[in-house]
């Protein structure tokens, strides 16, 4: 896990879009991947909560780390597609995302993510993803 | 339909992200609306592409703004869920979201779009979204 | 509960496509439902396994019912959208749809459902669903 | 593609569920399949429609057969997950699935496909889907 922590470390760090949101890496375990996203009005839609495309793109990340950790070692990881639900107005000063396998294969994984957002000392649920994520050789 | 293009610009000016983004309105049509956003190594993810979830987040609004076309004049909107593909990696110099109204009712709206990539002088498609949008009380 | 079990037992019943399809309501409790379909070569696909079709209509019931325990009491409930991912091929002699409330309001509900296939004694995730459910005055 | 027409019927006709929900191959051409099936009570919902289940199973059919059509001569295809929305009750006399594909590539392929009732004489759309079909070697 040691290597898959520092390829995914060097990875998330090449994204230029996690910069630009504001993310970083949280931690990287086995099968299981958290992304954090402080508010910043940079973020917003038109409301000022944060946008639905911010709140997907992390969510997004995190699961992609997550089916990585579980992809064979000479395969990157790209999203064949995804799901996602807002369940709830994405307010809150910080925002963790969440991605977990749930299956693997040789070819395809299925992951599932949620987004949590800090507010008032509380975390809630604002969005859930269902995620395929397709191996590509590196 | 002024109106409604003044209203769709002014509300996509609010939008934080989409500044962040680089992303521009292009048009806003009776149930149909465009956004343009050029390449940057800001968001990209880790092979140098556009990353998904900017993707996702000019096809999400491109979506909503179509909804909101359609939606009650004293409505405004927000995306309840999604689902997207990406058919292609996203390369090229500018990538152009379309946001289309498939149905409208006095609740939902439920579109599709896709976003293009310009490449070496051609057009591709590199992802496409299925939207649920939600119409809430402004 | 009994009353909204009784209520979810009766409109189960009045589904003629789980009639057809020889489920079976096995329970309903606050925010969850399952549902139990022997296997039948009457629902297979092309290979012999059970069609992608019959394991989303008994998990789409799955959540739809478990929407309508959370659903205010004046109200029946419609599938608005669904997303199912197929994990496994559905090979079992049973399978057991079982869906779960994450968030349900006044308007909307979503509910995520997975169905296990039980072959050789074990069971096995086959599908997962993540489901927005709308309530309808009844 | 008087091979592939063939091949499609055959395998349609070896889906034990399309025969229970009495469907029927309307057509298949190069990257599109239709596949028809009149109401019946033993396919309703609740409320006397044609049940979400019923909709999807012929819509993910059209897909898969679509993608058949396009896929590598030696593979046969499973559906690796869709999305669906239900924009009007599923109400008429009968139903029309047609699937298409969007995209195809040597391992995956995209179809997008919809589902419309004729009821008093009028086609009316009532789902569309978007999906993902994998090619496996037959």
Redesign the interface.
């Known amino acids: 896990m040691e290597d898959i922590q520092e390829r995914i470390a060097t990875?998330?760090n090449?994204?230029?879009?996690?910069?630009?949101?504001g993310a970083r890496l949280v931690s990287a375990a086995d099968g299981e991947v958290q992304i954090e996203m402080p508010f910043?009005?940079?973020?917003?839609?038109?409301?000022g909560y944060?946008?639905?495309?911010?709140i997907?793109?992390?969510v997004?990340?995190a699961c992609g780390y997550a089916a990585l950790t579980r992809a064979p070692l000479d395969c990157?990881v790209?999203?064949?597609?995804?799901?996602?639900?807002?369940?709830?107005?994405a307010i809150g000063e910080r925002f963790l995302a969440i991605g977990k396998v749930?299956?693997s294969g040789k070819?395809?994984a299925?992951c599932?993510g949620e987004v949590r957002a800090l507010s008032a000392g509380a975390w809630k649920?604002v969005a859930?993803m269902?995620a395929?994520i397709?191996n590509v050789r590196g």
């Open positions: 990875s998330f090449s994204q230029g879009l996690m910069a630009t949101l910043s009005t940079q973020l917003s839609q038109q409301h944060v946008h639905a495309g911010a997907t793109s992390i997004d990340s990157d790209v999203s064949a597609e995804f799901k996602i639900n807002f369940v709830r107005p749930q299956t070819l395809l299925v599932t649920v859930i269902q395929t397709v």
